[in-house]
């Protein structure tokens, strides 16, 4: 291919991203939505959280490239003939992709990938005396890879139906006697909305404390208004699973999170958000030179702030979740209404949340021109910070010593992000949550699921990066693409 056509087919799908991820904002923006996780365990890339109660809504997502595409993207653009991913459960991993154009609005991909790791890990352990000449080297490795569990195989078709709707199809097969994953997916782009249907089965959720489960039958509907800087937005989301739900891993199926049990969910939420510029640079930029993405160009500091409530109607035997002491710290505190008889319950909250954003340089320089640092305070219940407060106010009042467990209900949970230009495209990144744990007497302040990330961005498209990334706690990594994040 040749330079100049190769920059055109670069032009195009540089177009064709931006108006698939029209508006996409970075996930910390998406405090009560819980976006899609990226993850290594499947081959398209992504698991779901479990939903809460009633935040966050669970099924929604921001608009991204499907893993095929990505994968697509990094070998005819990025000179990588293979892409690597790691998990804990199966070790490191390559995979490939193949495209079959059918038609100008349809094609397919086989999404290939290879287990390297256990590959290496077979041959090392083989039996017998080791091979002397080359024939015999060929053999052996010859029948190590017949094993069919270092391969999977996924196809995927996506067919544009018209400008604004798609239908994406997938089925997944594992060589190592896994079940086999399918999803079926329509999307449609309204003037100020986004619909999104889908069927999952299984689907891959991942609860909080980072065990992986799959619903023999997930099905959502989705509709949100389009992100933006400040005003008002809605949410409401319908989700259903049917079977009973089991561990990934295989461990045992006890302490199943309510949210992925039997059962029909409504969900809707609205919110109100606020931006607020405390102080933007005006000087001038570098003349003739681009920076290195066009969304971290400008040195500023600013506050923003969000509140909104939320309501789910929930039916069947996931209604059980509301169903908690009221005097358990981590039990649902708004206002909810149970029909035991009828297998369904309301719940209601207000939540709230307040973020800090400050950057310095512009991106345009080849070292140290970058400096970012986001922090965010989410208030998820008003009714448990309500609690904590009067709890804490009759100590006060009653010169008692405060209750531990009445400050924790006050205490937001935060979120710290910090990014940093290494040279030229380069960047370091650190994505953290932070716990407050005042019943530890060792250490009050604990960092939970930090994400390390290597970013590279890509210059060519305005804002667009390939992120390499670990999780110490998952014990995963991968390497993703992304746009138009901030």
């Given amino acids: 291919m040749s330079f100049k056509a190769g920059f055109k087919e670069k032009q195009k799908l540089s177009v064709s991203v931006k108006m698939e991820m029209k508006k996409l904002r970075w996930a910390m923006d998406g405090a009560f939505w819980d976006l899609d996780i990226s993850t290594p365990r499947t081959l398209d890339g992504l698991s779901r959280p479990v939903p809460g109660d009633p935040l966050p809504l669970g099924i929604s997502r921001g608009a991204r490239l499907s893993r095929p595409k990505q994968i697509d993207f990094m070998q005819r653009f ?129 609860d909080k404390g980072g065990d992986y489960w799959d619903v023999p039958l997930s099905m959502s509907l989705d509709l949100a208004t389009v992100a933006s800087d400040s005003g008002a937005s809605y949410h409401v989301c319908v989700h259903h699973n049917s079977g009973s739900p089991e561990r990934v891993d295989g461990g045992p199926s006890e302490g199943i999170p309510a949210g992925l049990l039997p059962g029909l969910a409504v969900k809707g939420a609205i919110s109100f958000r606020k931006n607020i510029d405390l102080w933007r640079s005006n000087a001038p930029k570098l003349k003739m030179v681009q920076p290195f993405d066009i969304f971290l160009s400008n040195p500023h500091v600013s506050t923003s702030g969000i509140i909104g409530a939320a309501m789910t109607a929930c039916f069947g035997d996931g209604a ?20 035991p008889a009828v297998k369904s319950a309301l719940l209601a909250d207000v939540f709230a949340s307040a973020s800090f954003s400050a950057q310095h340089g512009n991106f345009q320089r080849l070292f140290l021109d970058l400096t970012r640092f986001h922090a965010r305070l989410d208030f998820p219940s008003r009714a448990k910070f309500l609690s ?55 250490w009050n302040i604990r960092v939970d699921e930090p994400v390390f990330a290597i970013e590279y961005a890509l210059q060519v498209l305005g804002s667009a990066k390939a992120v390499a990334w670990y999780s110490p706690k998952h014990q995963e990594g991968m390497i993703e693409l992304r746009f138009y994040e901030t």
């Fill in 320 to 339: 059980a979740r509301s169903q908690i002491e009221d005097d358990d710290p981590q039990g649902f505190r708004g206002f909810s209404l149970q029909a």
């Fill in 388 to 442: 904590g407060a009067t709890h804490l106010a009759e100590d006060y009042f009653n010169s008692q010593k405060p209750n531990l467990e009445a400050i924790q209900d006050i205490c937001p949970n935060a979120t710290l992000s910090l990014q940093q230009q290494i040279a030229g495209p380069f960047s370091f990144r650190v994505d953290s949550k932070v716990a407050v744990e005042l019943g530890n007497q060792n």
């Fill in 78 to 206: 990025m000179a990588a003939p293979f892409v690597p991913s790691y998990a804990a459960a199966h070790g490191f991993s390559i995979q490939r992709v193949l495209t079959i154009p059918v038609a100008e609005n349809w094609f397919g991909t086989l999404l290939g990938q290879f287990n390297l790791q256990g590959f290496l890990s077979s041959v090392k352990k083989s039996e017998g005396p080791p091979p002397v000449s080359a024939s015999s080297w060929m053999q052996m490795l010859g029948k190590h890879l017949q094993d069919k569990s270092l391969y999977a195989l996924s196809f995927c078709s996506d067919l544009l139906l018209t400008p604004n709707d798609t239908l994406l199809l997938s089925v997944e097969s594992y060589g190592d006697e896994k079940k086999p994953r399918n999803k079926a997916l329509f999307q449609h782009r309204f003037p100020k909305h986004n619909l999104s249907v889908e069927a999952v089965w299984p689907g891959l959720f991942v």
